[in-house]
T-cell receptor, first 114, second 117 residues
Framework: AQTVTQSQPEMSVQEAETVTLSCTYD???????LFWYKQPPSRQMILVIR??????QNATENRFSVNFQKAAKSFSLKISDSQLGDTAMYFC???????????FGPGTSLSVIP | GAGVSQSPRYKVAKRGQDVALRCDPI?????LFWYQQALGQGPEFLTY????????KSGLPSDRFFAERPEGSVSTLKIQRTQQEDSAVYLC???????????????FGPGTRLLVL
């Protein structure tokens, strides 16, 4: 069975600074998908970034980038130039195939301090 | 062209009541998922539909939980004889194709917050 671990329950960062959220996962699959989802207090789950395991290049989306280490089963999220609107719960997630359920980690609560 | 919608957004039920939660997926999306999110935790899978077929219901916590998607679009999650431990946010997600696109992603609705008193 797949599991996702986020070892940082809470983190804070000064506005405009950079922060990295950690995630590790366990799977015996070779091909899979990894995601970071953001859930603001309004509770709408929003996709931040995705990574296909067969791709060696790390995904980037504007201020968001990942460090995907397949051998280490690590998938961290870096947020550059943090903004107040980045305050939210961040969930690391794993999906075995594109029509399979998503397995979520426990989440990291990120606070951006003005 | 809107995203996934869910109704009601909030539901308060007395213990023992039946409730029905609705999900309207993005038009044309084949796959539909239900998740349960307890306070302070990540969502957990409940059940999955491919069109009208319920292909996986392994996450449903008890036989009081029932889901359907009779015409392959709108889905309803029903909870019978609600208990206090059913209090959670219920999230619905949809995705477009059957694994044919490398851009497959699940898009989530805003959730229904259920409180059982």
């Amino acid at each position: 069975a797949q599991t996702v671990t986020q070892s940082q329950p809470e983190m804070s960062v000064q506005e405009a600074e950079t922060v990295t959220l950690s995630c590790t996962y366990d799977t015996s699959e070779n091909n899979y998908y990894l995601f970071w989802y953001k859930q603001p207090p309004s509770r709408q789950m929003i996709l931040v970034i995705r990574q296909e395991a067969y791709k060696q290049q790390n995904a980037t989306e504007n201020r968001f980038s990942v460090n995907f280490q397949k051998a280490a089963k690590s998938f961290s999220l870096k947020i550059s130039d943090s903004q107040l609107g980045d305050t939210a719960m961040y969930f690391c997630a794993f999906m075995k195939t594109s029509y399979d359920k998503v397995i979520f980690g426990p989440g990291t609560s990120l606070s951006v301090i003005p | 062209g809107a995203g996934v919608s869910q109704s009601p957004r909030y539901k308060v039920a007395k213990r023992g009541q039946d409730v029905a939660l609705r999900c309207d997926p993005i038009s044309g999306h084949v796959s539909l998922f239900w998740y349960q999110q307890a306070l302070g935790q990540g969502p957990e899978f409940l059940t999955y539909f491919q069109n009208e077929a319920q292909l996986d219901k392994s996450g449903l916590p008890s036989d009081r939980f029932f889901a359907e998607r009779p015409e392959g679009s709108v889905s309803t999650l029903k909870i019978q004889r609600t208990q206090q431990e059913d209090s959670a946010v219920y999230l619905c997600a949809s995705s477009p194709l059957l694994g044919l696109s490398i851009q497959e992603t699940q898009y989530f609705g805003p959730g229904t917050r259920l409180l059982v008193l």
